[in-house]
């Protein structure tokens, strides 16, 4: 069983910056050996993936109102992924899962995740 925990979530103004991290829980290769992915979902509006990588970390996929300003990262030797979110704006407003995929391999495919986290609040006031 792999369990998913967030944090690093807050109440930020437009222009700053905030690293959410995921810890995983379980055992170590069923976390370390898959691709991982961070989703969000704003009020009134449907869960997108905002950032995804491979198992090894060398692979990312961005959408593309957040290319330039949010990085995604791994540390695979603390089972950790991270988010690091800088140049705030007010439509980054959202819960922020992580999510695990079902396979090794970058993957952009909400469907090919099957485990998440219970998610933190972003807010971005203007």
């Known amino acids: 069983q792999v369990q998913l925990v967030e944090s690093g979530g807050g109440l930020v103004q437009a222009g700053d910056s905030l690293r959410l991290s995921c810890r995983g829980a379980?055992?170590?290769?069923?976390?370390?050996?898959?691709?991982m992915g961070w989703f969000r979902q704003g009020p009134g509006k449907e869960r997108e993936l905002v950032a995804a990588?491979?198992?090894?970390?060398?692979?990312?996929y961005y959408v593309g109102s957040v290319k330039g300003r949010f990085t995604i990262s791994r540390d695979n030797a603390k089972t950790m992924l991270y988010l690091q979110m800088n140049s705030l704006k007010p439509e980054d407003t959202a819960t922020y899962y992580c999510?695990?995929?079902?396979?090794?391999?970058?993957?952009?495919?909400?469907?090919?995740?099957?485990?998440w986290g219970q998610g933190t609040q972003v807010t971005v006031s203007s």
């Open positions: 999510a695990r995929a079902r396979r090794t391999r970058l993957t952009n495919d909400p469907d090919d995740y099957d485990y």
């Open positions: 379980g055992r170590t290769c069923d976390i370390n050996n898959y691709a």
């Open positions: 990588l491979n198992w090894r970390g060398d692979t990312t």
